[in-house]
């Protein structure tokens, strides 16, 4: 094989925010070696998929996908399969990748995306099999080459890894334990983009509220000490030209006075907050290691609301985690009817090899879950749309991000996360402009352009 064959490559990426944000790298590395997107797996000479493990429906979908290329691999044998991600932190599937999946010809985890650059020309030059995937980060990411998705909103990472050892998950052995960048490196990469053009951020992190980096080197800050996420916020927000910022996730044991103090206070830092609940059992709480109970859960939840106008918030919900009876299902469920959030995501309990909740005896039977997942569904679906009337008639700011595939109307989103639909032209995609919201449809208004210039 040569460098010469290789032209194109796809990178299909699974998961959270972060993977997509890698991802961004990843492609970087790729452009800056000459080679070009193409939209199909198929054609691609290399495909490199960015995986996800947090729950086992991820790793199927990583087996269905190298299972459909298998035709074209055979049709181009100088095609290069690559797998990264958090899935290639566990052992067992990379040694089940490599005895059934011949065709993968490069493995790597996620502690070297910064080595991606050279293990892909040892690939092309070698035409041998690499796999290289370290148990820990050895020091905290180099700033990487980019290609991003979209011109005008990218994410950032602010921290990788996470030390909460929630019972349930899988993260904190796949993404290794928390590691904060310096201030000063992230707002550099901040005002970088925002001179390419990027007008939204998003700040990313396993738990964004435990960010506990320096100030850096050439930062100004008060004084030198550990910066807490909240005075990052609050720096990032100073930033000339930022015109929205986001972070994702929050745990609820950290989320401070302070960090909502800061919100209060920048305009520029978007009313949504998405603060994981996980269950409405004060004893599901405890055994998921979470750190808080229903109580203070819902006190936050109060503060949030009584202090930022318009805050949008949303959660993700576990059902059948071990141990979980009729009864703290139904705490769950009147958690939900409580908060009234403006999105929930729920989820099946996954048994992930290695955490403790794997470990517990009492684990619920498959056909309870279901049964159950059904009804959190339908109090979900029920739940929603409550929050939205109070919007209907006002008009907002609206990030104009792009066009719905079905209506072929533009859609943007509010500052609280809501999407919005209405006519106007594409010219508009990547700015801000009010909008009118006219009605209300449950997850999304339509509306009504009133201003094209902000
Ligand atoms: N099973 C089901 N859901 C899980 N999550 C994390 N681990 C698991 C698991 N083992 C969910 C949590 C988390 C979201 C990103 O994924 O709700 O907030
Ligand atoms: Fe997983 Fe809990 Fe860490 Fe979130 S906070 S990544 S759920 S261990």
New binding site residues.
């Given amino acids: 094989m040569s460098i010469k064959e290789i032209k194109t490559y796809k990178i299909v990426t699974f998961g959270?925010q972060m993977n997509a944000r890698d991802s961004e790298k990843l492609a970087g590395i790729l452009e800056d070696k000459g080679f070009s997107e193409v939209a199909d797996e198929d054609t691609a000479d290399i495909v490199i998929f960015n995986t996800c493990t947090?729950?086992e429906n991820a790793n199927q979908k990583l087996y269905g996908h190298i299972g459909q290329l298998k035709k074209s691999y055979l049709e181009n044998k100088n095609k290069i399969i690559g797998i990264c991600g958090c899935m290639m932190q566990e052992k067992d599937e990379v040694e089940k990748i490599v005895e059934k999946y011949p065709q993968v010809k490069l493995i790597f985890g996620t502690h070297n995306i910064d080595e991606f650059g050279d293990l892909i020309d040892e690939v092309i030059y070698t035409n041998k099999k690499v796999i290289k995937v370290y148990d820990e980060a050895e020091n905290i990411e180099k700033t990487l080459p980019t290609k991003r998705v979209f011109d005008f909103k990218c994410g950032i990472n602010i921290m990788f890894g996470c030390n909460n050892f929630c019972t349930?998950?899988?993260?904190p052995y796949v993404r290794g334990r928390e590691r904060s960048r310096d201030v000063d490196s992230i707002v550099s990469e901040i005002k970088k983009v925002v001179a390419e053009g990027v007008i939204e951020i998003m700040l990313l992190g396993q738990n964004v509220n435990s960010y506990s980096g320096k100030a850096g080197d050439s930062y100004k800050f008060n004084d030198n000490n550990k910066v807490t996420f909240p005075e990052l916020l609050n720096e990032v927000a100073k930033i000339d030209g930022l015109k929205r910022i986001r972070f994702m996730?929050s745990h609820p044991k950290d989320l401070s006075d302070e960090l909502i103090e800061v919100i209060k206070k920048n305009s520029n830092i978007c009313r949504h907050i998405h603060l994981?609940v996980?269950s409405g059992s004060d004893e599901i709480l405890k055994a998921m290691n979470r750190h808080y109970d229903r109580s203070a859960y819902l006190k936050v939840i109060d503060k949030i609301r009584n202090n930022i106008e318009d805050v949008g918030i949303t959660t993700?919900?576990?059902v059948g985690f071990p141990g979980e009876t009729e009864k703290d299902f139904e705490d769950t469920l009147s958690l939900i009817n409580q908060v009234s959030y403006d999105a929930v995501?729920t989820?099946?309990?996954?048994?992930?090899t290695g955490?403790k909740?794997a470990e517990m005896e009492n684990q619920v039977p498959e056909n309870v879950v279901k049964e159950r997942f059904k009804r959190l569904l339908k109090v979900v679906e029920d739940n929603s749309g409550r929050n939205v009337e109070k919007y209907v008639g006002r008009t907002m700011d609206v990030l104009v991000e792009g066009e719905d595939k079905v209506s072929g109307k533009l859609t943007g989103r509010l500052s609280n996360n809501y999407l919005v639909h209405f006519n106007g032209d594409k010219e508009l995609i990547g700015r801000i402009i009010d909008v009118k919201l006219t009605k209300s449809c449950k997850f999304y208004f339509e509306g009504e352009i009133v201003s094209k210039w902000k």
């Fill in positions: 959270c947090v729950r349930y998950c899988i993260v996730t994981p996980q993700d919900i576990i995501f989820f099946e309990y996954s048994k992930r955490t909740a």
